[in-house]
């Protein structure tokens, strides 16, 4: 059995071991502090090193498939593992994890496909499924927290959704404010991030490229399509996910339903 890719494997991992020595450093300080996180930090890295080292085998193996049905696959089990995170964070929005995975899905896939009409990316899995992940991950993040806050604004409001409901308002306009407030909190971060990117810190996109050895300005170019795709996926999975939550929020009569709201 030939075990060179092992062996090359192993020497290539050399250097992100001798970079948990910063880890050490962390663990120390925290046993010192008596912070109590000494075992999570060190459980959290081997994780990490575990996680990583088996996603970049798989990677490899759809890499070299060149197969349409590989880069499915992979993006749908990141939705799939992003939905449950997402639903995890808002564990009082009923269905939440089925509201986050398809607001995810339909984020991503609809800003992914504009990406492959428009040429910007080739639909192969070395292109698809890293500028997928990072689709996924980010708006992962801004649905769970969408979905979290219009819960806890709502229940905050309960009475003045109530009256406006009691006069008329349709659940939309009774929850406009609340729903307006939670896409806010959800989307500020990425619309800054944006608005400061290359200023205060280097994305990682941008700094892989050029330590990479690609230039700076192949690597701005890439970082500049990464935001747009960003802002955007992250935009309509946020919004998809109030639009989801709101059957869950009402009764057929259009009152608030108080079962979901009871929990702090």
Same mark, same amino acid.
Not at 151 to 167: G, K, P
Not at 205 to 222: F, H, V
């Given at each position: /059995?030939?075990?060179?890719?092992?062996?090359?494997?192993?020497?290539?991992?050399?250097?992100?071991?001798?970079?948990?020595?910063? %880890?050490?450093?962390?663990? *120390?300080?925290?046993?010192?502090?008596?912070?109590?996180?000494?075992?999570?930090?060190?459980?959290?890295?081997?994780?990490?090193?575990?996680?990583?080292? *088996?996603?970049?085998?798989?990677?490899?193996?759809?890499?070299?498939?060149?197969?349409?049905?590989?880069?499915?696959l992979?993006?749908?089990? /990141? %939705?799939?593992?992003?939905?449950?995170?997402?639903?995890?964070?808002?564990?009082?929005?009923?269905?939440g994890?089925?509201?986050?995975?398809?607001?995810?899905?339909?984020?991503?896939?609809?800003?992914? %496909?504009?990406?492959? *009409?428009?040429?910007?990316?080739?639909?192969?899995?070395?292109?698809?499924?890293?500028?997928?992940?990072?689709?996924?991950?980010?708006?992962?993040?801004?649905?769970?927290?969408?979905?979290?806050?219009?819960?806890?604004?709502?229940?905050?409001?309960?009475?003045?959704?109530?009256?406006?409901?009691?006069?008329?308002?349709?659940?939309?306009?009774?929850?406009?404010?609340? *729903?307006?407030?939670?896409l806010?909190?959800?989307?500020?971060?990425?619309?800054?991030?944006?608005?400061?990117?290359?200023?205060?810190?280097?994305?990682?996109?941008?700094?892989?490229?050029?330590?990479?050895?690609?230039?700076?300005?192949?690597?701005?170019?890439?970082?500049?399509?990464? /935001?747009?795709?960003?802002?955007?996926?992250?935009?309509?999975?946020?919004? /998809?996910?109030?639009?989801?939550?709101?059957?869950?929020?009402?009764?057929?009569?259009?009152?608030?339903?108080?079962?979901?709201?009871?929990?702090?």
């Amino acid at each position: /059995m030939n075990l060179q890719w092992l062996l090359d494997f192993l020497q290539g991992m050399t250097k992100p071991f001798l970079a948990t020595a910063i %880890v050490a450093v962390a663990v *120390v300080l925290s046993y010192f502090q008596k912070l109590g996180l000494e075992g999570e930090m060190i459980y959290a890295i081997s994780r990490a090193f575990l996680q990583l080292s *088996v996603i970049g085998f798989v990677l490899q193996f759809i890499f070299n498939q060149q197969n349409l049905a590989w880069i499915l696959l992979a993006y749908l089990f /990141m %939705v799939t593992v992003a939905g449950y995170t997402a639903g995890q964070r808002a564990k009082h929005v009923p269905r939440g994890k089925l509201v986050a995975g398809a607001s995810i899905f339909a984020g991503t896939s609809v800003t992914m %496909v504009m990406l492959v *009409v428009l040429k910007v990316f080739p639909l192969t899995p070395r292109y698809i499924i890293p500028v997928a992940g990072m689709m996924v991950g980010n708006s992962m993040t801004v649905t769970g927290v969408a979905m979290r806050r219009l819960r806890d604004d709502i229940r905050t409001q309960f009475s003045l959704v109530e009256t406006a409901l009691a006069l008329g308002a349709t659940p939309r306009q009774a929850t406009h404010q609340q *729903v307006k407030r939670a896409l806010v909190l959800a989307l500020s971060p990425v619309v800054d991030n944006a608005k400061t990117v290359g200023l205060i810190s280097l994305p990682g996109a941008m700094t892989g490229l050029i330590m990479g050895g690609a230039s700076p300005i192949e690597a701005i170019q890439l970082q500049i399509v990464v /935001m747009n795709f960003l802002i955007g996926a992250s935009t309509i999975s946020s919004i /998809m996910s109030t639009y989801l939550c709101w059957p869950s929020f009402f009764t057929a009569a259009y009152q608030l339903e108080t079962t979901v709201f009871a929990a702090a």
